[in-house]
């Protein structure tokens, strides 16, 4: 909202008022008083209103714009969370990962347990002797892998 016209052109009001000289010289005499009466700080702040709902509408459709778009992320993680599996819980020893093949018990690297099973591994007994003619190289193994088979102690020879 502006100020109020200080003068409407006299064209005008005759045309409205059928060329009545005295309607023409009141509606002039009610426009000066207005003006007068009317505190420009009201005008200021009609014009200060409008201007701040025009933000807060600007403001209403950035707010619909990042709603939709979060709700767009939202279906996108989720839908990846449904390709990926799912993760169960991780305690201090362990964490297993559902909807594929894959549970690690015991995997460490800073000490002697590098594999580790809650299970006893299969033997797989054959009946031939085991030998050990073809070696990477002559002598005897430079190291020992250590495998905690379920609370024995498995040693594999290794060059």
């Known amino acids: 909202?502006?100020?109020?016209?200080?003068?409407?052109?006299?064209e005008l009001l005759?045309?409205?008022f059928?060329?009545?000289?005295?309607?023409?010289?009141?509606?002039?005499?009610?426009?000066?008083?207005?003006?007068?009466?009317?505190?420009?700080?009201v005008i200021a702040i009609n014009d200060?209103?409008?201007?701040?709902n025009t933000d807060l509408q600007a403001l209403?459709?950035?707010?619909?714009?990042?709603?939709?778009?979060?709700?767009?992320?939202?279906?996108?993680l989720t839908a990846l969370s449904d390709s990926l599996g799912t993760m169960?819980?991780?305690n201090s020893d362990n964490i297993t990962v559902t909807g594929g093949s894959v549970t690690i018990d015991t995997l460490s690297i800073n000490n002697a347990d590098f594999i580790s099973t809650v299970v006893s591994l299969n033997d797989y007994a054959g009946s031939s002797v085991g030998t050990l003619t073809n070696a990477p190289t002559a002598g005897?193994?430079?190291?020992?892998?250590?495998?905690d088979d379920n609370g024995t102690l498995r040693r594999l020879p290794s060059w």
Do not use: C, G, H
């Not at 909202?1 to 006299?10: E, T």
């Not at 007068?36 to 700080?41: E, K, R």
């Not at 714009?65 to 279906?75: F, I, Q, V, W």
């Not at 005897?140 to 495998?147: D, E, G, H, S, V």
């Open 48 to 52: 200060d209103i409008s201007s701040t």
């Open 60 to 76: 209403s459709t950035s707010l619909d714009t990042l709603s939709n778009d979060l709700d767009t992320l939202n279906s996108s």
């Open 18 to 41: 059928n060329n009545n000289s005295r309607m023409i010289k009141t509606v002039e005499d009610i426009i000066t008083q207005l003006n007068t009466y009317i505190p420009q700080n």
């Open 140 to 147: 005897n193994p430079t190291k020992w892998i250590l495998i």
């Open 14 to 16: 005759a045309e409205v």
């Open 88 to 90: 169960a819980t991780q």
């Open 1 to 10: 909202m502006s100020s109020l016209p200080s003068k409407i052109p006299r």
